[in-house]
């Protein structure tokens, strides 16, 4: 199974930060990846797939980058509604994963 | 707007038998892949199962491969997830999920119902 790794597992933020969060994956993926945040208590929302392709609905101050094994989520001013954890998953091969998630909180 | 509702989740001992379901609406539920995603409370997700539109392709997650069965009935919009020889690390809140497409993008998960809570324990 393609392992996936997150760094950092977790940050502390302002509102109106640039967020980056990385996404690494055991083997290369093409752009087979995509992000999904989750908020206490609630399912995850797909943000973005296909790497960099931003999912209806979702604003524009999400962006995704990457491919082969390395990619990137980017949050270009966090909002308040923003502080949450988010994940990434490649969906190249099966079995599916996911990394472990990665926490943005309150500075 | 397409809903997706679990039911059956609930306390089972550990060795034990459960089926959850899933009745899907407000869209033509044979054109999707469908998946079960779960998640051990305040920890992170682990994709389980995926089946495709028609049904015919299954795929797991090794950890529940012989164990766990997918299927899915178009005609009632259903989904299914037969759980048999249940352990205390299958202790979870389990989604129902559709994909954005069939195979190829069906892990690209856009709609999750809410969960139903399986708790193995003696």
């Known amino acids: 199974a393609i392992r996936m790794t997150q760094s950092p597992s977790s940050l502390s933020a302002s509102t109106g930060d640039r967020v980056t969060i990385t996404c690494r994956a055991s083997?290369?993926?093409?752009?087979?990846l995509a992000w999904y945040q989750q908020k206490p208590g609630k399912a995850p929302n797909l943000l973005i797939y296909?790497?960099?392709t931003l999912q209806s609905g979702v604003p524009s101050r999400f962006s995704g980058s990457g491919s082969g094994t390395d990619f990137t989520l980017t949050i270009s001013c966090l909002q308040s509604e923003d502080f949450a954890t988010y994940y990434c998953?490649?969906?190249?091969?099966?079995?599916?994963?996911f990394g472990p998630g990665t926490k943005v909180d309150v500075k | 707007e397409v809903q997706l509702l679990e039911s059956g989740g609930g306390l089972v001992q550990p060795g034990g038998s459960l089926r959850l379901s899933c009745a899907a609406s407000?869209?033509?539920?044979?054109?999707?892949?469908m998946n079960w995603v779960r998640q051990d409370p305040g920890k992170g997700l682990e994709w389980v199962s995926l089946?495709?539109?028609?049904?015919?392709?299954?795929y797991y997650a090794d950890s529940v491969k012989g164990r766990f069965t997918i299927s899915r009935d178009n005609s009632k919009k259903t989904l299914f997830l037969q759980m048999n020889s249940l352990r205390a690390d299958d202790t979870a809140i389990y989604y129902c999920?559709?994909?954005?497409?069939?195979?190829?993008?069906?892990?690209?998960?856009?709609?999750w119902g809410q969960g139903t809570l399986v708790t193995v324990s003696s």
């Open positions: 999920a559709k994909g954005r497409g069939d195979i190829t993008f069906g892990g690209v998960i856009v709609t």
């Open positions: 407000g869209l033509t539920f044979s054109t999707y892949a």
């Open positions: 089946i495709s539109g028609s049904g015919d392709t299954t």
């Open positions: 083997q290369g993926i093409n752009t087979y």
């Open positions: 296909a790497a960099s």
């Open positions: 998953q490649q969906y190249y091969n099966y079995p599916i994963t």
